[in-house]
């Protein structure tokens, strides 16, 4: 019995999302490729059941770009459907700092390793405009 214990906490641990450590917050909004004020306008997730393995993308608003490594950043914002792989999820009508990846195709991704915060919550917003990376 402690043996199937054991096996399903290693299992449990090796299926979680991990993420590198930043020292500061301009340190991961200088490593993301994109961070943008954004509000959730809608939701498409494409999976019939909860072991869904298809990404969800998000539709979203963007009411201030602070950074952007493309010159049009996509208004759709694909995560992974579940939190073990390091998925968010966002409350459409809510506003959210985020801050993530963009892939060689263009496709916006956010990440819980990436930024992600309610607006609401977000700590010196001015100090956002005057990060030099």
């Known amino acids: 019995m402690k043996f ?12 979680a999302c ?3 450590q930043f020292d500061s917050r301009k340190d991961l ?18 999976n019939t059941s909860p072991e869904g393995i298809l990404d969800v993308i ?7 770009i602070y950074r952007s490594s493309v ?6 914002i694909t995560t992974p459907s579940q939190n073990p792989a390091c998925g968010v ?10 801050g993530g990846s963009i892939d060689k195709n263009g496709v916006v991704r956010a990440h ?3 930024i992600v915060e309610e607006w609401s919550s977000v700590e010196d917003k001015n100090a956002l405009k ?3 990376c």
Request: hydrophobic share 40%; with cysteine; charged share 20%.
């Open 130 to 132: 005057t990060y030099k």
């Open 112 to 114: 819980l390793c990436g």
């Open 58 to 64: 998000y539709t979203v608003k963007h009411i201030c």
């Open 4 to 15: 199937l214990i054991l096996l399903a906490a290693c299992i449990a641990i090796s299926e």
């Open 29 to 46: 909004f200088c490593a993301s490729d994109y961070v943008s004020r954004v509000k959730v306008i809608s939701l498409k997730n494409p």
């Open 89 to 98: 999820e966002l409350t459409i009508g809510k506003e959210y700092l985020l």
């Open 18 to 20: 991990s993420c590198v």
């Open 71 to 76: 010159k049009q950043l996509s208004n759709k």
